[in-house]
């Protein structure tokens, strides 16, 4: 079930939004002030934002700025304002897309599957490329793995692991985007199977040099820092 973020301080727009996605099968959180909605993207990024473009506090275009000097999640801009310079600056800004108002919220709907679909396909063409970052390297075509050139000896859920960490460094993963990620959508156990993965993980990160790279944020999930 895909998380969608809907930043929008209208009570009633933001009802309609969340409405009509949860009836399409979306796990929907609703933030209504720009500073809230920041801080929910980059604690625990969703699958893609909706963001209005005035806001309290944090303004649209201040929100996708910071947003994307730490992460690509997808964002489809929601707004009143329909000149073509704002659709531009917008887009310019790194929005995947920009809905007016009064929109049709089976567009708005239909929008976010063509976002959702398009970032799917991007990561699928990135699955293959090795990963480098502050002297890691992650290298999924030969299931290798290094720190400043000492090869990393992994089980193949401990390289998974790092494989999905190291691709996104800064973002933080719950233990449910984890599991999702590398044990799957039919798993049965119970979360706690990712802390010992990671445990395993960070010491022999740490046999290299390497375990400050892994970093376990309190009461969210792990990150690669």
């Known amino acids: 079930m895909s998380r969608i973020l809907v930043v929008e301080d209208d009570a009633d727009a933001a009802q309609v939004v969340s409405a009509y996605l949860t009836r399409e099968g979306y796990a929907v959180e609703v933030a209504h002030d720009g500073a809230a909605g920041l801080q929910a993207a980059l604690t625990a990024p969703p699958a893609l934002v909706v963001l209005d473009w005035m806001l309290p506090g944090v303004a649209g275009p201040e929100f996708l700025t910071a947003l994307r000097r730490a992460q690509r999640t997808p964002v489809i801009m929601l707004t009143a304002r329909s000149e073509e310079s704002d659709r531009i600056v917008g887009l310019e800004l790194g929005a995947d897309d920009y809905v007016v108002k009064p929109f049709s919220p089976r567009e708005l709907v239909a929008r976010v599957r063509a976002v959702l679909r398009r970032s799917q ?23 290798q793995a290094s720190f400043a050139g000492r090869e990393v000896e992994l089980t193949t859920l401990e390289f998974d692991l790092l494989f999905a960490l190291a ?7 719950s233990r449910n985007d984890l599991i999702e990620r590398v044990w799957g959508p039919d798993f ?34 792990y990150k690669v820092a």
């Open 188 to 221: 049965t156990g119970v979360d706690r199977v990712v802390d010992v993965h990671v445990s395993n993980l960070r010491q022999k990160l740490a046999s290299v040099g390497a375990d400050a790279l892994l970093v376990t944020v309190r009461g969210v999930g």
């Open 121 to 143: 396909a991007r990561e699928v063409a990135e699955a293959d490329e090795a990963v480098e970052h502050r002297g890691l390297r992650v290298d999924p075509l030969q299931r």
């Open 167 to 173: 691709r996104a460094p800064g973002r933080v993963f």
